[in-house]
Nanobody, 115 residues
């Protein structure tokens, strides 16, 4: 089992920046994928960014050039640096991890971007 805890959400003005962090614990040795999803009000949960062990990050088109995902394997952490934030980035952001068999989710952190 893997447990994920997000932090770093909050309220920011359009054009501002936030950094989300996700701490993984438990069977972290089995994780081969970590990423961030978001769910906007009334919408489905969508992939924002993902990074696989030994692979390159991939991003949703809507965040390319503005968001950067990074992973610190030694600390079992994954980060999402969000720059040039827009009101449409407002959502609950969820950390996700996978081990090839199961998917694990954090509890989510709210990001609100005011115009």
């Amino acid at each position: 089992q893997v447990q994920l805890v997000e932090s770093g959400g909050g309220l920011v003005q359009a054009g501002g920046s936030l950094r989300l962090s996700c701490a993984a614990s438990g069977s972290v040795f089995a994780i081969n994928r970590m990423g961030w999803y978001r769910q906007r009000p009334g919408k489905q949960r969508d992939l924002v960014a993902q990074i696989r062990t030994g692979g390159s990050p991939n991003y949703a088109d809507s965040v390319k050039g503005r968001f950067t995902i990074s992973r610190d394997n030694a600390k079992s952490m994954v980060y999402l640096q969000m720059n040039s934030l827009k009101p449409e980035d407002t959502a609950v952001y969820y950390c996700e991890a996978g081990d090839g068999f199961l998917d694990y989710w954090g509890q989510g952190t709210q990001v609100t971007v005011s115009s």
